[in-house]
T-cell receptor, first 115, second 111 residues
């Protein structure tokens, strides 16, 4: 069974559209994250949630809205897509964020292409 | 703001060599440091986690060291194999709720 899964794997869309990426973890973890990997392969934190509560929001435009319906899911909704949003988006989870021994487990990524 | 730098950016070695990947960070107030492996088109796989109070961790042919005071970590890979070819990422946790990543070292091990 996949530990952290994301859907879809690939997403191609036009500028101005609204799209969602879904993430689910079956590890029983309390904390979930969204990271963005840009065209230069640089990974940067976007959001982190602990027990469905937003902990970190790293200067991400308001067009990005994460939603955590329960501890096992953290979805990412993007409004009014722009060319610069093209990237690979990774979801991750960990047992308990803030712990010294907390290891993050990553999903396979969603490659978003905005035309 | 934490900045993480990895050197070299790319490395090509023949099979069987021992090699060292370097990571440096600017803020020594860390929770832990993790090394990840990323294969092309894939997600990240955690290799080793070193807590801020630890000096090193080992897993199989991999050994990671941490010198928090100088802001440095190294990943040592013994007896490299073609299957080790991937991008290796160093990531530092400061707040515990986010990882700050370096840009990675792209490793190619040739048969």
């Amino acid at each position: 069974d996949t530990a952290v899964s994301q859907t879809p794997k690939y997403l191609v869309t036009q500028m101005g559209n609204d799209k969602s990426i879904k993430c689910e973890q079956n590890l029983g973890h309390d904390t979930m994250y969204w990271y963005k990997q840009d065209s230069k392969k640089f990974l940067k934190i976007m959001f982190s949630y602990n027990n469905k509560e937003l902990i970190i929001n790293e200067t991400v435009p308001n067009r990005f809205s994460p939603k955590s319906p329960d501890k096992a899911h953290l979805n990412l909704h993007i409004n009014s897509l722009e060319l610069g949003d093209s990237a690979v988006y990774f979801c991750a989870s960990s047992q308990q964020g803030g712990s010294l021994t907390d290891t993050q487990y990553f999903g396979p990524g969603t490659r978003l292409t905005v035309l | 703001k934490q900045e993480v730098t990895q050197i070299p950016a790319a490395l090509s070695v023949p099979e069987g060599e021992n090699l060292v990947l370097n990571c440096s960070f600017t803020d020594s107030a860390i929770y832990n440091l993790q090394w990840f492996r990323q294969d092309p088109g894939k997600g990240l796989t955690s290799l080793l986690l070193i807590q801020s109070s630890q000096r090193e961790q080992t897993s199989g042919r991999l050994n990671a060291s941490l010198d928090k005071s100088s802001g440095r970590s190294t990943l040592y890979i013994a007896a490299s194999q073609p299957g080790d070819s991937a991008t290796y990422l160093c990531a530092v946790a400061n707040s515990g709720y986010a990882l700050n990543f370096g840009k990675g070292t792209s490793l190619l091990v040739t048969p």
